[in-house]
C-alpha cells in the first residue's frame, strides 16, 4: 500500500511527463492484431456483443480505448432476453473473487477490455503489460483478467459458442460469448505477475493453485449490476457516475490515492498537502478521489466494512474536506504483485477520470511469504510507474514519507536532518495498539477514527483472525 508522505517535484515544472521518446516501445514485430471484442470498442462498431458505452460525458481525461465500456444489459427486454438465453446454456460458477471480476469488466474499470481475456490478449498482458489496439496505439494491462475451467467444464462446454457465468446459488450472472478456450500455465501466469513462484501468495492461494487447468475468454453481457447488499453499495461508483461526480463539482484536476487500511492524520497530511500544490500549479478545483480497495484481501487486513466506517468518522472529524473529496470503493481484488499490479491500480483510474495518481512506498507490495524481507524493492512501481508504456497521459505524483512529529504532537514530514525527533508508526504497530485498545500519540489519527479501528479488533475473535470477513456479492 502506499506509504505516508507527499509527492515530490522532479523539477520546478513539476509534473514533468517523460517524452515517448523515452518510453519504451514494442518493436513492430510483437504488435499482435486486436482481439475482436476490443475492436468493436475502439472503432465504436456495434454486434449483438458488442460493449456498449457507457452515457457519462465531461472535459475529464479520456478512459482508455477513447470510450467507456459499460458491459451490462438495460433494464427491460434486452435484461430478460439474456436472462431465457443463460437458461439454455453450459454454466460455469463463478467465485467470489471472479465475480469481483465481472464486476470489474461489466463497469468499464480494464477499458477497453470487453470480457475476459482471450489468450493473445493474455499472452500481451503477461509479457508486455499492455494491450495493442487496432490503431496501433497502447493501453496499460498489467494484471490477467481471465477465467478458469477444469477438464470437465470444458468437455461440458464442447463446441458450444456460449457460456452463462453464475453465481454460487447457480443465479445467472451473465453470458460469455465467441468463447475461446485454452491452457492455463499456471506456473508462467505467477512467475510473469509475481517475479515468484514462492508458495504463501495470498491471491495465488486463493484463486489460482487450486482452479482449472484451462482458461475461457469472450465478450462479457451482464445481466444486471452486480450489488453485494451489504450496506456500502452506494459507495460502489461506476467510472460513469465517478465521472458525472466530478463534472458534478466542476472538478478541472482529478488525483486519486488507493489505500487498503485506516486512514490516518499522516495520509490526509499527504492529499491535502496535494491538493495545496496542484492549486499553486494553476488548477482552480482539484477534487480528491479516496479509493479504498474492496474486492478481496489477505486475512489480516481490516475488512472493507470497517474501513469505510473508520473513513466516514475521517470526513465527518474534518480531517478531510467533504467538499473536495470522493469516497468511493474500487471493486478489483488484491494481488499484492507490487510494480505489476501498481500499473493496474493506475490505469483503472484513468477510466474513472482521474488524470493524477498519487504513489508512495512499495506500493501494492508485502513481505516475501518465506523470507524475512519485503517481496519487492520499495521504489520500484514509483518507478515503474513514470516508464510504464500506456500511462503517459496519467500524472504520476511520487512522495518522501512522513512520520510522528514528537515535537509538534503531530505528523509531518520526515526531515532526516532531525530523526530523533520523529516516530515511525507501522501498520503492525497501529493494529497491535489498537487491538490491546492502546491509545496512539496525539495527533496520528482523529479520535472518532481510531475508535472504529478499536471496535473493530473487539469484535473479531482469534478464529476470525485467521480469515477474510469481506462480503460477498448478492
Known amino acids: 500500500m502506499a506509504s505516508t508522505a507527499t509527492f515530490v517535484a522532479k523539477s520546478p515544472n513539476f509534473p ?27 472503432a465504436g462498431r456495434r454486434s449483438s456483443v458488442a460493449p456498449r458505452a457507457a ?54 474499470w480494464a477499458s477497453p477490455l470487453g470480457g475476459f481475456m482471450r489468450e493473445a490478449e493474455f499472452l500481451q498482458t503477461l509479457h508486455f503489460n499492455c ?10 494491462m498489467s494484471l490477467p483478467i481471465v477465467l478458469a475451467i477444469d477438464d470437465a467444464q470444458k468437455r461440458a462446454i464442447g463446441d458450444r459458442r456460449k457460456v452463462a457465468l453464475v453465481d454460487t446459488r447457480h443465479k445467472p450472472v451473465a ?24 508458495p504463501g501468495l495470498p491471491y495465488v492461494e486463493e484463486a489460482i493453485t487450486k482452479a482449472g487447468n484451462w482458461l475461457i475468454g469472450g465478450d462479457l453481457e451482464v445481466i444486471e449490476r452486480i450489488k453485494y447488499n451489504d450496506g456500502l453499495d452506494q459507495y460502489r461508483l461506476s467510472p460513469a457516475e465517478l465521472r458525472e461526480e466530478f463534472s458534478r463539482r466542476d472538478a478541472d484536476a482529478v488525483f486519486a490515492f488507493q489505500l487498503r487500511n485506516p486512514v490516518h492524520n499522516g495520509h490526509a497530511l499527504l492529499m491535502t498537502d496535494t491538493r495545496r500544490h496542484l492549486l499553486e500549479m494553476g488548477y482552480r478545483n482539484p477534487v480528491l478521489l479516496l479509493h479504498p480497495l474492496g474486492g478481496y484481501t489477505k486475512a489480516d487486513d481490516v475488512p472493507l ?13 474534518g480531517v478531510l474536506n467533504p467538499e473536495t473529496t470522493v469516497v468511493a470503493i474500487f471493486p478489483s481484488p488484491m494481488h499484492y504483485a507490487g510494480p505489476t499490479e501498481v500499473q493496474w491500480h493506475a490505469k483503472s483510474r484513468i477510466n474513472a477520470g482521474a488524470n493524477f495518481y498519487i504513489v508512495g512506498r512499495d506500493p501494492a507490495g508485502m513481505s516475501h511469504p518465506i523470507e524475512k524481507r519485503d517481496l519487492y524493492d520499495a521504489d520500484h512501481g514509483k518507478k515503474v510507474l513514470g516508464m510504464a508504456p500506456g500511462l503517459e497521459r496519467l500524472n504520476i505524483l511520487p512522495f518522501k514519507v512522513a512520520a510522528y512529529d ?16 520523529f516516530l515511525f508508526i507501522s501498520g503492525t504497530k497501529m493494529r497491535t495498539l489498537a487491538k490491546n485498545r492502546e491509545d496512539p500519540p496525539d495527533g496520528f489519527m482523529c479520535p472518532g477514527g481510531w475508535k472504529v479501528l478499536v471496535d473493530y479488533y473487539d469484535s473479531v475473535t482469534p478464529q476470525e483472525t485467521n480469515r477474510s470477513r469481506e462480503a460477498v456479492p448478492a
Open 131 to 140: 494491450l495493442r489496439l487496432g490503431d496501433g496505439s497502447v493501453v496499460n
Open 55 to 108: 452515457a457519462a460525458s465531461c472535459s475529464l481525461i479520456e478512459p482508455d480505448g477513447g470510450r467507456l465500456v459499460g458491459l451490462v444489459a438495460p433494464e427491460g427486454p434486452a435484461r430478460e432476453a439474456l436472462r431465457r438465453e443463460a437458461a439454455g446454456c453450459p454454466q460455469i460458477r463463478l467465485s467470489r473473487i471472479d465475480l469481483e471480476w465481472v464486476h470489474v469488466l461489466s463497469e468499464g
Open 175 to 198: 453470458i460469455l460469448s465467441d468463447i475461446e478456450i485454452y491452457k492455463h500455465n499456471k506456473e508462467e501466469r505467477i512467475a510473469r505477475t509475481w517475479g515468484t513462484t514462492a
Open 406 to 421: 514528537k515535537k509538534q504532537q503531530k505528523m509531518a514530514f520526515f526531515d532526516p536532518s532531525k530523526p530523533q525527533d
Open 16 to 42: 514533468h511527463p517523460i517524452p515517448n521518446a523515452s518510453r519504451p516501445q514494442l518493436p513492430a514485430s510483437l504488435r499482435l492484431a486486436l482481439p475482436r471484442h476490443l475492436s468493436i470498442a475502439v
Open 305 to 317: 466494512h470497517w474501513r469505510m466506517k473508520q473513513h466516514e468518522k475521517v470526513l465527518e472529524d
